[in-house]
């Protein structure tokens, strides 16, 4: 009794765990559950109901917060996709949370009105944003920065005039009009990290006027003598783009500000690339407007921490470390070159031309090798040497290597190769003799 017992119990777990799916009975119900998900993505759906834009719209605070965490929580899913933004946009809600900016009385409302516009400006589109500026929320954002509310209503208007500024020039423009900067400064002491971030945020284009601008340059210096690595980052980053600026008249203020000594600080004490990169991107801007400016990098004692970045340090760093090098390069003077050939550029940009797979790094180290000859031939004709001491030094550091591109698969590197293979260095004619003993006529036997 007990066997066959044991058998059926043996029949039942087999029947269980080893049954196959014949599969012509799955394909009619896999066709079923595709067209019922099709039919459910074709369905027309109101991305926020009716009692939301009525709760808004109320006088009761109570229904009012109650409507904006729906909303929140509908841009919380939609974060990543600009159409259920501009669904959320088109429900017409961005009037009322405008206006919940300005709701004194209540500062969790403003804080759940300044987030929603932050994540409608920041994930959607450059119109979302602009209708945003155009129903007034510019002035009541900055208004808040300054707010004796709590400091997570300050934070938060940051952030939103923060993903304004980053969206356009045109938007950035209206932030800085409107005095975003001064109430940005106060709350530097209260808050350094969050200042940085907003002044970060702020700078990413070209400022139309310097005026907005200059303001800046000695908080971002009283920044970066921080000692929290965020906030340095930060900083750096937005004086990396006040840098990049057209306006001849910022860099010098950059210089002047004493910040050129904690840059080189940072080169030869931190290792972060989060804080290495834009640091070498300030140094690189600065040094590629004239020679007066290059000089100041040497005068900074930046060349030799940075030559060093670029053999020893990672590659992005090294990546930004050669543009960098390859800048002072292009805007410096002979002697300013001669003074980078003393600090080891010319053995650093060859070994890393055995980067072959990266034509950035390559190209970057060809042009900074190609002025540096360039300048070897100056040298070579006010000093009556036969050759160019460049050129030679280059031979010794590794030649071959250029030699080398001249097979590379990217036709700008291998262009490039070539021209300073022909330009700078002999060549034998060895294609002549070959062609000339292959015409040649044969002497009978």
């Known amino acids: 009794m007990t066997s066959e017992r044991a058998a059926e119990r043996s029949r039942f777990r087999s029947s269980r765990f080893k049954y196959v799916v014949d599969a012509d009975d799955v394909r009619p119900r896999r066709r079923r559950e595709e067209v019922y ?37 509908v841009l919380s899913v939609a974060e990543q996709e600009v159409p259920s933004i501009k669904k959320v946009v088109r429900s017409g809600v961005v009037p009322f949370i405008v206006q919940l900016l300005d709701r004194e009385s209540c500062p969790q409302l403003q804080f759940e009105a300044a987030w929603a516009l932050s994540k409608i400006i920041s994930s959607g589109t450059s119109d979302n944003a602009d209708m945003v500026v155009d129903l007034g929320a510019v002035p009541i954002l900055v208004k808040l920065l300054s707010s004796p509310t709590t400091e997570d209503v300050r934070e938060q208007a940051v952030q939103g005039l923060g993903s304004m500024a980053l969206k356009s020039a045109a938007c950035r423009d209206k932030v800085l009009e409107h005095g975003a900067v001064a109430p940005l400064l106060q709350l530097l002491n209260a808050n350094p990290r969050l200042t940085a971030e907003g002044h970060k945020q702020l700078m990413p284009w070209q400022p139309g006027a310097q005026l907005w601008v200059k303001p800046t340059i000695p908080v971002l210096r009283q920044l970066i003598y921080s000692q929290d690595v965020e906030i340095i980052s930060e900083a750096s980053w937005a004086l990396s783009y006040l840098s990049d600026c057209t306006d001849d008249k910022i860099t010098p203020v950059i210089i002047d500000n004493e910040s050129f000594p904690r840059l080189t600080e940072f080169l030869n004490k931190y290792h972060s690339p989060s804080l290495l990169i834009p640091v070498l991107r300030v140094i690189g801007n600065i040094a590629a407007s004239s020679s007066v400016q290059t000089q100041a990098v040497i005068d900074g004692n930046m060349i030799g921490p940075m030559v060093r970045l670029m053999q020893t340090s990672s590659f992005n760093v090294r990546k930004e470390a050669v543009q960098a090098i390859s800048k002072v390069t292009s805007s410096g003077t ?93 060549v034998e004619e060895i294609y002549e003799d070959v062609t000339s003993k292959e015409d040649a006529p044969q002497t009978p036997l």
Request: glycine fraction near 6%; proline fraction near 2%; charge should be negative.
């Open 37 to 73: 998900i099709d039919l459910i993505k074709r369905r027309p759906t109101r991305v926020l109901p009716q009692s939301v834009l009525q709760g808004l719209g109320s006088d009761d605070t109570a229904l009012q917060l109650e409507a904006m965490r729906e909303v929140k929580t």
């Open 334 to 426: 002979h002697d300013q070159i001669k003074y980078l050939v003393s600090e080891g550029c010319i053995k650093a940009f060859c070994d890393l031309l055995g980067y072959t797979d990266f034509s950035s790094i390559l190209m970057l180290c060809l042009e900074g090798l190609g002025n540096i000859l360039k300048a070897g031939v100056a040298e070579k004709s006010s000093e009556a040497c036969t050759d160019n001491m460049y050129a030679l030094m280059i031979e010794d550091a590794d030649l071959q290597k250029i030699e080398d591109l001249q097979d590379h698969g990217d036709f700008s590197v291998y262009e490039m190769a070539i021209n300073l293979i022909e330009s700078y260095f002999e």
